[in-house]
């Protein structure tokens, strides 16, 4: 199964911005879709932005015009910009791309996801 890579996250204070980013390890021919998600402590995980291969993007309510998703299909990377962050936002944050790979001579699409990435929102 594909692994993803995230980084990004980190401690920051309310009102600041942080971007987080995600690209496959390994040899893949490219991206399709991107999502992320959140979890928060004791909370379900909840889908904050995704971004389609037709670069359709949709948003979570409690982030819309705060947070960016963005794909680069040249670097096989997808991004969360996060501005203005409120410590609501504070939680371990999740990337999942659909990851092309070589499968035989025909290429096949697989559900990556990353590792998690703490964002925490204090001062």
């Known amino acids: 199964q594909v692994q993803l890579v995230e980084s990004g996250g980190g401690l920051v204070q309310p009102g600041g911005s942080l971007t987080l980013s995600c690209t496959p390890s390994g040899i893949v021919v490219g991206i399709t879709a991107a999502a992320w998600y959140r979890q928060a402590p004791g909370a379900r995980r909840e889908q904050v932005a995704f971004a389609a291969e037709s670069n359709f993007t949709n948003y979570a309510d409690s982030v819309k015009g705060r947070f960016t998703i963005s794909r680069d299909t040249a670097k096989n990377t997808a991004y969360l910009q996060m501005n203005n962050l409120q410590p609501a936002d504070t939680a371990v944050y999740y990337c999942?791309?659909?990851?092309?790979?070589?499968?035989?001579?025909?290429?096949?699409?697989?559900?990556?996801w990353g590792q998690g990435t703490q964002v925490t929102v204090s001062s």
């Open positions: 999942n791309i659909g990851v092309k790979v070589m499968s035989g001579s025909r290429s096949r699409v697989e559900d990556g």
